[in-house]
């Protein structure tokens, strides 16, 4: 399975993650050792776009899943962009994701990653 990790430059701990094809029974252990590496106490923020993704299974949410908690439990967000309609039911349907998580492409999930990070400067 082919993954690309992009660390931001303007961004420190900010990183973009860009897997592609199915992430089902097959992949998802391959893909979890891919995204392994960016998940540090360190980092601030993940964009998941997956757009280059037709398909995830109940193995492959497992990964966002755990993904997830990674980063909450380090005060990091994830978030979604580029979704194609049939990933967008599957979040729907298992009701893993807030909407606010979840942008149309790479443009707003950045908006919203300047954004935090201005708020958190001024709450400091």
Known sequence: ???????SKD???FFTVIPHGSIDSDSYSEFNEKIR????PSTKGVVMDLGQVDYISSAGLGVFFSMKKFLRDNKAELIFCNLKPQIVRLFEIVNALPKETIFKN???????????????????
């Open 1 to 7: 399975m082919r993954v690309e990790l992009n660390a």
């Open 11 to 13: 961004k420190p701990g």
């Open 37 to 40: 590496p960016i998940l540090l």
């Open 106 to 124: 790479a443009e707003e999930a950045d908006n919203y990653f300047y954004k935090m990070i201005n708020r958190k400067t001024d709450e400091e």
